[in-house]
Structures are given as structure tokens and as C-alpha cells.
């Protein structure tokens, strides 16, 4: 393998990186007068940038490394503080890029582990379509008989089928906050996955079974108790057992009920709140459970992705259902992954986000492409999640 380093080693980006994590240390005090002293991603100076890509990468039908290198060109910048991507298929190529921490500007770190927000869905999904290959799950069966009394009769059947393909009818359900400024002041709360389902039930249905798609937590946070009811057992270890165990995902976990932290090597995690550039990696975020709770790495996700598309994690036939769209108007989604056609290439994948952290799994059904990637956002649950995926995953598709 050929490796390259660009400016990691020279002592003038050196300088530059120290000098562009100030201005964002500074943004942490200073507050939306801090702002306009970043450039765009396409001027701002080139932060430490550490690539590496096979040699078949090269040919036509590898990844193209400079369009890659060139979007973590000037990290950190206002929006992305750090970033990590791995592609693979048909040749490889990883970077690395920005700050682990902007009050020391010590570089990233390229086995941090991070929050993997809804990427959880498809792990969720996995195991869903694991016991129903074992007959312990049948996704025509319902709610209302793997877990009685969870709904009230104001609700008609709803399959576990329609809970894996976001078609359940299911309103939203309780939230410590909608937005990171709203969520912000709770960061340290608990909030347990029945009651999430309890202030959803409260609501009725938001339609009949079957007719819409609606793309929400909901249906993953009832799959992740439906999990516990069938095997008796939590599902972050079932998660363990059936997932990471098997593929060696050995840095891959769930956090513990109250458990703010990311154990293990991190880039830390900010966003924009009121006009400041706070600190979000401690945050409390079990309220998302099987929906999106997961922390992983890079690698580990990787492994996930090759390992699922090969089919060594879920058989057929239950892989299908990943890959099919429900006969509803405007489908995007099958069991958790969403249908994409980057760059004329169709695409199949889930991202993901948290305060401070936005990530992606996305490859063709073929593996001649993969992607796996962490950005540490500054507004990742606004429209910085779609900026980072127009970033970072459209280079690693445009050939």
C-alpha cells in the first residue's frame, strides 16, 4: 500500500491548523461575532490532512483521491471540525482531517470513536431480521401480540414489517428536545424508551398501516423493546452477540442508562448554540436506544456494512427486506436503508446524527463502492448532516 501525506508534516500547516482551531477556540467565548472569520470550505487554509489509498486506486474504476482529499482540504472550518472517511470496493482510500480537540489543536484522531446516531437502525434492523430467520420474530405478526398492551385500541394492527420500513403510522414520541439548543439544558436527563413510546401512543395514529412512509425513531424505538420482549435479554447485548462479536467490531457499544460520556479514543464533539460554539460531547443520549444510541469507529462500521451486504450477517431471505421499498407513495426506505442515486450510481445506506457527531454507511449492492464516514459537524442536526453527506459521500461515488 502507498501512502501519502500532504501537509501533515510541514511546519507552515502546522502554523495554519493552530491558527484556524484558535479562531474556533475563540468562537467558543466570542459567540456569533466569531462567525464571519470563517472562510468557506473551498478557500479556507488547509488544516493537517492524512491520506492513504491503495494502488489499484489509481485506475478508472478506483476512488478519485483528489476530489477525496480535496473535501477535508481546510478542516477545521465553521462546520465540519473534524472528519474521518474510509472507501473501499474497487480500490480504497481513507483520510483523516481537523482537530481532535480545538482548545489544544492536537490533530484527529483516525481510530476515534464516535456517535453513530441513526446508523443504530440498521444494527436494529439486523437483528430484527436475524430472529425472524430463526422463527422467533414474524414480520407479519404485530405490536399488539409480541407486546401487549403497548397500544391502545385506538390503533389498528401494525406489522413488525411496517415498523422496520417506517410505514407503522406511529407519531413522534417524548424528546428532551427537538433541537440541540432545546436539548441542550436536559443533556444530563433520562428519558426510557417506554415512556418515549408512552407520549407517542398518547397521540393516536398519524394514519392507517401501510398507506405512508414517514421516516422517524419512533418505529425503531418499539423494534428495540420488541428485541428485549422476544429474547429476554437487553438489546445492547444482543447487539454484542448476534453483531459486533461475530464481525469483530471490538470498539463498537452501547452506552449504559445515564452514561454521558464516549469511552475510548474521541474527536470531540461541538455546535452552534445562540450564536456560540459550545462543547457537546458529554451528553446523555440513551433516550434514542435502538434508534440511534450506537458509538462506533470507522473501521468497525466498515466491517459492519461488507460484512451485511455479503450477507454474513442477515440471510437471505430476510436480507431482501433491506432492499425493498414498500408499495407506498414516494418509499425511499426498506428495513432501515435508504435508497440514493449519487451521481447516477444507485446507493444503498443509512446516516445518522447527534449533537456534535453526523456519520454514514453507504455502498452499492454490488460492493464496487463502500463509504464509511464521521464528521464532527457543528450543526448536525440541522442542515449540517445533508452539507457533510454532499461533502463527503458525492466524491466517493462520482466514478
Do not use: C
Not at 197 to 219: E, L, M
Not at 274 to 284: A, I, Q
Not at 339 to 353: A, C, D, I, P, Y
Amino acid at each position: 500500500m502507498r501512502r501519502t501525506r500532504g501537509t501533515s508534516t510541514s511546519s507552515r500547516t502546522r502554523r495554519r491548523t493552530a491558527l484556524v482551531a484558535a479562531g474556533l477556540v475563540a468562537a467558543l467565548a466570542a459567540g456569533s461575532a466569531a462567525a464571519p472569520a470563517f472562510a468557506a470550505p473551498a478557500s479556507a487554509p488547509h488544516a493537517s490532512v492524512s491520506a492513504s489509498a491503495s494502488a489499484s486506486a489509481k485506475d478508472t474504476y478506483g476512488p478519485d483521491a483528489e476530489a477525496l482529499a480535496a473535501a477535508l482540504a481546510g478542516l477545521p472550518d465553521h462546520d465540519i471540525t473534524a472528519a474521518l472517511v474510509r472507501v473501499g470496493g474497487h480500490g480504497s482510500w481513507r483520510g483523516t482531517a481537523g482537530v481532535r480537540d480545538l482548545r489544544t489543536g492536537a490533530p484527529a484522531l483516525e481510530n476515534a470513536r464516535f456517535r453513530a446516531g441513526s446508523v443504530t437502525k440498521v444494527v436494529t434492523a439486523a437483528i430484527v431480521l436475524q430472529l425472524a430467520a430463526e422463527g422467533r420474530i414474524d414480520l407479519d405478526g404485530t405490536v399488539q401480540r409480541y407486546l401487549p398492551g403497548l397500544l391502545t385500541e385506538d390503533f389498528e394492527p401494525i406489522t413488525v414489517r411496517q415498523l422496520l420500513n417506517y410505514t407503522s403510522g406511529l407519531k413522534p414520541g417524548a424528546s428532551l428536545g427537538d433541537t440541540v439548543e432545546a436539548g441542550y439544558a436536559h443533556r444530563f436527563e433520562t428519558l426510557t424508551p417506554r415512556q418515549v413510546v408512552a407520549a407517542s401512543v398518547a397521540q393516536g395514529p398519524a394514519y392507517s398501516p401501510g398507506t405512508r412512509q414517514t421516516y422517524g425513531n419512533i418505529h425503531y424505538t418499539v423494534l428495540g423493546m420488541l428485541i428485549e420482549k422476544v429474547t429476554g435479554d437487553s438489546y445492547a447485548h444482543q447487539a454484542q452477540v448476534r453483531i459486533f462479536r461475530p464481525l469483530g467490531m471490538r470498539h463498537s457499544s452501547f452506552p449504559a442508562a445515564g452514561d454521558t460520556g464516549i469511552h475510548g479514543p474521541y474527536n470531540r464533539g461541538y455546535d452552534w448554540i445562540d450564536g456560540k460554539l459550545v462543547d457537546v460531547t458529554e451528553w446523555n443520549m440513551t433516550d434514542r436506544f435502538a434508534a440511534g444510541d450506537l458509538i462506533s469507529t470507522t473501521a468497525d462500521l466498515e466491517r459492519f456494512l461488507v460484512g451485511l451486504f455479503r450477507g454474513r450477517v442477515v440471510p437471505e431471505p430476510q436480507l431482501r427486506e433491506m432492499f425493498t421499498l414498500p408499495d407506498v407513495p414516494d418509499a425511499h426506505y426498506g428495513a432501515a436503508l435508504e435508497r440514493l442515486e449519487v451521481n447516477g450510481r444507485e446507493v444503498w445506506g443509512k446516516g445518522g446524527s447527534r449533537p456534535g457527531y453526523t456519520a454514514a454507511i453507504a455502498a452499492t449492492k454490488d460492493l464496487s463502492r463502500t463509504l464509511v464516514y464521521s464528521a464532527n459537524s457543528t450543526d448536525a442536526k440541522g442542515d449540517g448532516q445533508q452539507a457533510a453527506a454532499q461533502r463527503l459521500a458525492f466524491p466517493a461515488f462520482n466514478r
